[in-house]
């Protein structure tokens, strides 16, 4: 059974940080790309950041860059989103993704059921 599993959600007031983590299970993880998603109040599911399946390489939103670091644990089949210098305008309801990847022409993604972050004084 595939199991794509967010917490670490929460309230935290401006400037302050969250860690983010996404349990995976029921997949060959190490086989999928991962991302961190998000949609604010009234607003389209965005990318937030992505990283390879080895983990090689990341890639960030521009409005993310340099306040949010993507990581993962291919033995511990989780991933990580560390959010710091947090913004009111980070609040949103964050989803787990994960991408199949090792063969192209495969096409498999599955997603987790989303974790509230509110960032308010």
């Known amino acids: 059974q595939v199991q794509v599993v967010e917490s670490g959600g929460g309230l935290v007031q401006p400037g302050g940080s969250l860690r983010l983590t996404c349990a995976a299970s029921?997949?060959?993880?190490?086989?999928?790309?991962m991302s961190w998603y998000r949609q604010g109040p009234g607003k389209e599911r965005e990318l937030v950041a992505s990283i390879t399946m080895t983990g090689s390489n990341t890639n960030y939103a521009d409005s993310v860059k340099g306040r949010f670091t993507i990581s993962r644990d291919n033995d511990k089949n989780t991933v990580t989103l560390q959010m710091n210098s947090l913004k009111p305008e980070d609040t949103a309801v964050y989803y787990c993704k994960a991408d199949y990847a090792f063969i192209s022409s495969i096409k498999s993604a599955f997603w987790g059921q989303g974790t509230q972050v509110t960032v308010s004084s």
């Open positions: 029921g997949f060959t993880f190490s086989r999928y790309a």
